[in-house]
């Protein structure tokens, strides 16, 4: 199967949904959990550092693991397959949702917009608990982490934590264009990770895979391409 087939599929498709993951940040350099471990926080297992238990236990250690990775990813470029996908989606307006479960914001910074963001996006924060009355915007007090200064409420990273579900009404949008799409591209992903593995195999369209290496959801897609998002998304999606 080759470039070409993919993208006569991309040009006859009214409805494309693309599902990203870690491999597409690859070429910008985006540094994985275990890379970011770097300095002080080496000793730090991050599985145990990205819970909930973890951040009400020792609020100010993990608020300033994040802001270490944060100010790692900010740092970095989106690279040509982030820029292609939203040069795309502005010329092809409606026609492609932008599902990810990257929380470095790159898609965001390239200039995707609505972008489905299965695990979040490390660069805004949330309330901890559910907010008050008192918990807006004006309240907010500096501190690591900041919180309101009427209640006491924490300001956290809003990315899904190891134990958290998926933010229920972003996933039932992909579920939704997974199974309305003609073609759905699934870039940089190894496909092991579940629920979202599962929109590749419940797409309605073709799937066409998009990845240096064989990843677990070969069998289930009508082509695959073996390449880097930065290579060959400018390719399958210029007009
Ligand atoms: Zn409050």
């Not at 608020?63 to 900010?74: F, G, K, L, N, S």
């Not at 660069?123 to 918990?135: E, H, M, V």
């Not at 066409?208 to 390719?235: F, M, R, S």
Request: charged content about 20%.
């Amino acid at each position: 199967m080759n470039t070409g087939q993919v993208r006569d599929w991309v040009r006859a498709a009214k409805h494309i949904a693309v599902l990203t993951g870690a491999g597409m940040s690859a070429e910008s350099g985006v540094p994985t959990f275990r890379d970011s471990q770097t300095g002080l926080w080496a000793k730090f297992d991050p599985q145990q550092l990205a819970t909930e238990e973890a951040f009400r236990a020792n609020p100010s250690m993990v608020w300033d693991w994040y802001a270490h990775r944060r100010q790692a990813i900010a740092k970095v470029q989106p690279n040509a397959g982030h820029r292609a996908l939203a040069g795309f989606a502005k010329r092809h307006a409606g026609r492609l949702t932008l599902i990810t479960q990257n929380v470095d914001g790159l898609h965001q910074r390239a200039g995707s917009e609505a972008v489905l963001a299965l695990h979040g996006n490390i660069a805004q924060d949330r309330w901890l608990d559910t907010p008050r009355a008192c918990c807006n915007a004006h309240a907010v007090a500096a501190g690591s982490p900041p919180y309101c200064d009427r209640c006491g409420n924490m300001r956290r990273p809003a990315v899904v934590w190891f134990g958290e579900p998926l933010p229920q009404s972003v996933f039932a949008q992909a579920e939704q264009a997974a199974q309305h799409c003609e073609l759905m591209l699934v870039v940089g992903t190894s496909g092991l990770v579940y629920p979202a593995a599962g929109l590749a195999r419940s797409a309605r369209g073709r799937v066409a895979i998009v990845n240096p290496e064989p990843t677990a959801l070969d069998d289930a897609a009508d082509a695959v391409l073996h390449g880097t998002a930065a290579k060959l998304l400018p390719v399958l999606l210029e007009d």
